[in-house]
């Protein structure tokens, strides 16, 4: 099926075009309004190389005539990373009509735009409303954006602090099934939050702490809060391997009577099976 941009004859009217810019730029602009990578919503992914083979323009004024579009004209956006470009006016020229078929092409390509704020730098200079709503519903408010970042902040946090643990498992490593252990013991602290959640930096940082006792004194502390003081936090467990020498928890683990354990929650963030 074939594809059409219009450009209407106002484009040698417009008092940027006439009063602004050179030549070359008017010959990149029309370039940048029609080129087969051109969607139906002024938003569409081209890389520069794509451009200088089309135009016949070295890299160096492709990217020449990107700054002054961007930093001149201001009529424009791109994203080296996405490689997506955003044409300012593109709505004013290319979205004037509406119906059902174009409304539908413009929710499906929205879709898959990569840089949200390119939507919203377009949909800004949409005149028609219907059209306009589509991408005010489509780009993130500053509140979504923050929201999303700090998800993704706190998603990073949780994956560098599993790798940290993950990291300091062999210090543990003389203690009989740890990774069960653990498991346990943290199913036992998680029912002292609110939240029913321990945060992977406060296992990490625990851990650390435990590393300076002996093997012995760790796995009794860890079995004895399971079995004995369930309701009490992490720093119950510090305080019973403070007073505990190596004997007296030898000693107290050979009399092998600790209670099975049966949590009464699902187990914790940490998957420590597969750690």
Known sequence: ??????????FWDDPKVVEEMTPEDKLFFLYLLTNA??????????TKKQMAFD??????????????????????????DTREIAIKNWG???????????????????KDVKDESFIQFVGSHIERNEIKEIYDTYHDSPTTRG??????????????YTAKIKDLLPVFSQINNFNQLSKKYWDVIRETRKTGKVSESVIYSTMVKWQKYNPFVIEYALKAHIDLHRGKKEEYTIGIM??????????????????????????????????
């Not at 099926?1 to 106002?10: D, I, S």
């Not at 004013?92 to 539908?104: A, E, F, S």
């Not at 929201?147 to 560098?160: A, F, H, M, T, Y």
């Not at 009577?257 to 949590?263: A, C, D, L």
């Open 1 to 10: 099926m074939a594809k059409y941009r219009m450009v209407h004859t106002e």
């Open 37 to 46: 990578n051109t969607t139906q919503i002024g938003i569409y992914q081209i």
């Open 55 to 80: 135009t016949g323009y070295s890299i160096e004024s492709i990217n020449s005539l990107l700054d002054r579009f961007i930093n001149h004209h201001s009529i424009i956006r791109y994203n080296p």
């Open 92 to 110: 004013k020229y290319n979205l004037n009509r509406g119906g059902k078929p174009v409304i539908d092409c413009v929710r499906s390509e929205l």
């Open 147 to 160: 929201q999303k970042e700090k998800e993704k902040e706190k998603e990073k946090e949780k994956k560098d």
């Open 242 to 275: 403070r007073n505990t020498s190596k004997d007296e928890a030898k000693e107290r683990l050979n009399l092998n009577n600790m209670i099975p354990f049966r949590p009464k929650k699902a187990s914790g963030d940490v998957d420590w099976e597969n750690l």
